[in-house]
């Protein structure tokens, strides 16, 4: 079984290789995932409670951005236990606007019995409205 540590960093990982069938893998079948936005701006705000989800998030989510404009900075990872959090900033340039925007993002993810359960992601929905607004 896979440690908090070993899953997050494998995250991480496949979030960088834009691999979002392996992204999907980490999840268990039931979840507990929430994205705060404003679904009519960003199709991929909202809740989502399946691992089959999981893949057409990022999917959506990616080809809302222009390919090669975006840079994930991760500055830490913290983990206690079946928690982790990661905190970092995002910068993207959206494809419809060419508008760019910049948020600091807190990911926390949650792990039982080697797999993802939890994942909610804390951002700025104003910039990312923002950029999104014609």
Do not use: C
């Not at 679904?39 to 057409?56: F, H, I, N, Q, T």
């Amino acid at each position: 079984m896979s440690s908090t540590a070993e899953i997050t960093n494998t995250f991480l990982q496949r979030l960088g290789a834009q691999d979002a069938d392996g992204i999907g893998a980490l999840f268990a079948e039931e979840i507990d995932w929430i994205v705060r936005g404003d679904p009519k701006l960003a199709s991929w705000a909202g809740p989502r409670s399946r691992k089959s989800e999981v893949p057409d998030y990022f999917h959506a989510l990616w080809n809302a951005l222009v390919p090669g404009q975006s840079v994930v900075k991760i500055d830490s990872v913290v983990v206690d236990g079946n928690e982790a959090v990661v905190f970092g900033e995002f910068d993207h340039v959206v494809a419809t606007t060419g508008r760019p925007f910049h948020t600091e993002v807190a990911l926390r993810l949650t792990v039982i019995d080697g797999a993802i359960t939890r994942m909610h992601l804390f951002e700025d929905t104003a910039a990312v409205a923002a950029a999104f607004t014609q």
